[in-house]
C-alpha cells in the first residue's frame, strides 16, 4: 500500500492511497465525510486475494489534498485523473456515505469507462422537499437555502452541527473511537470493535489534519439538489443497505437510479460495503 501525489490545475495536491492487487480491474474508492483514502486500508487484504486494484483520493482540503472549493464535475474530473495515472482503460467506482453521491455523479457526468458502481451507507440531497428535511437543525436549513447563492456563508453554517466532532480530535485513540462508535447502532458497533475500529480512527484523523474547510465544502456540495440526473445512470448500479443504519437514505438511491440492484442485509449497519466487500465485488462483477 502506497501514497501517490497527482498535481492537478492550478497546481492543487491529490493525495491517491493505493491497496489491493499490483495488477487486475481497478475500483476507484470515494470517501465519505469526515474520512479519507485511508478506508482502503481495511480493504488491502480481501482485495489483493480477488486480484482487486482499489484507488482512494482526499477530496480537496481532506488529508493530504489541497484545499479548493471542489464540485461533483471536478471530483469526476479527478476520479478520471487518478484512473490515467495508473493505466486504467476501465474501472468501477465505489462509495461510502458521502461518497456515494461523487461515485454517482461519474456514472451521470462521464459514463465512457465505467464498467459499474457501487454506494454503501447512502446519500441524498437535502431539499425542503425531502422526508429528512425536518431531521436538520434551523442552521443547516438556513445552510442548505444559501447553496449556491453564498456557498461561504453555507459552508459555515452547515458546519456548526459538525464542531463536536472536531472537538473529539482532543482525545486519545481509545476515547476518539468510542465517541465515533456512540454515532452508530449495533451492528456497526461490533464491526468496530471487531476489526474495524483502527482503520475508522486513523482514517478519521487524516481526513480533518488540515482542519475542517474539506467537510464544510463537502457538505455544501451534497446537501444541495444534485446537478445531475440520476434517472439517466445507465450504468449497473448496485446499492448496499444495512437495516441497523440509522440513515435511511440508502434506499432512496435505488430509487431514483433505475435498473440498480438494492441488497437489503437486516444484520449490518451504515459500514455495510466494508463488512461485505467480497459481495460488493461480486456485484460490481470483478475479481476472481
Known sequence: M??????????????????GADAGPLIVYLHGSPSSRLDIVGLDGRSRARGVRVVAFDRPGYGGSSFARFTFASVV???????DHVDAETFAVAGQSSGAPHALAVAALRPERLTAVATGGGAATFVPDAPWWDSLTEGEQRGVALIGVDDVEAERLLAEADLPSMAALELGDGAFLSYWRSQFGPADQRF??????????????????QGQAGWARDNVVRMGRWPFDLGKIRCPTTVWFGEQDSWQAGKWVADQVPNSALHVLPDR??????????????????GS
Open 192 to 209: 468496530l470493535d471487531d476489526q474495524f475500529g483502527p482503520v475508522l480512527v486513523a482514517s478519521v484523523r487524516e481526513a480533518l489534519r
Open 77 to 83: 474530473d479527478d476520479v478520471y485523473a487518478v484512473a
Open 2 to 19: 502506497t501514497d501517490i501525489d497527482l498535481k492537478r490545475d492550478g497546481g492543487r495536491t491529490l493525495r491517491v492511497h493505493t491497496a
Open 269 to 286: 449497519g451504515h459500514l455495510v460495503l466494508f463488512e461485505e466487500w467480497d459481495r460488493v465485488l461480486d456485484g460490481l462483477g470483478i
